[in-house]
């Protein structure tokens, strides 16, 4: 089969190799993911529909439950060269726990954050579901959350954001990925086409959380280097309460199946 210019080659290796970041998502709750797993069901379907011949391998990786997230702002862009360096990632000068200590303060008491997906697309970037907040009160929430950690956190670490982290005009957008396109299809802009045409019922989510993750897959495939949870509805903190940036290498999230890296 011959592969349609919209598949990337290039973005599929970045997807299966190990490729660390820092980046603040919410993860899917557990309870809440099984609209998200009829619409991967609904995309295989598609897939099954699309392809006159099963193919010998799977064309999608779809995420398991665990990866499920919403991203809220990256901080540094991914790489294959291993770990987020201090070095690279800290201003000269600068305590690292300055990290932690403007999230706690950005998120505490700000409330949960709705939202509403309800349009799926397909794009080099793989099977995304895409909408936006689903009323003021969570917009505002998401707005101040990333206008604050967009005024603070430049001043003191060398971050490496997409350009729509910065335009307060697209704060109320959100996104979930379900999967990417691992291997090529034959027409594969006729699917593209197929997948923008297709009608999902909404699915609302309820974040509670946000969690800062330092990755080592794209999907935020676990186990992690290590991850950081800070709730949105948390009483104001003092300083001994903050999570320590220092675990953030070997940080066990709870509830979560990553587990610690000690290399």
Known sequence: MRPHSGFSALTAVKD???????TLVSFVPIGSAAPLLRVQRLVQKMMDSHLAVRPDEPLVEFYDVEQLHCTHLTLTRSSAWGPVRLAD?????IDPQRLCNILARATEGLGDITVRLDRLALSENGFQLYGCCADEDS?????????RL?????RYFNLGRRAWDT??????????????????CSDYASLVAKVARSSIDPITLRFADVTLVHHRYRSLLAPHAGSLRFPLNGRAQDDRAVPSFENLMTMKDPGRCDTPDLS
């Open 139 to 147: 917009a505002g929430r998401r707005f101040r959350l990333l206008e």
């Open 167 to 184: 335009d307060p005009a697209r704060h109320g957008s959100v996104h979930v990925r379900l999967g990417f396109v691992r291997r090529p």
């Open 89 to 93: 990632f800290v201003k000269p000068g």
């Open 150 to 154: 967009n005024r603070q956190l430049p």
């Open 16 to 22: 299966l190799e190990r490729r660390w970041g820092l």
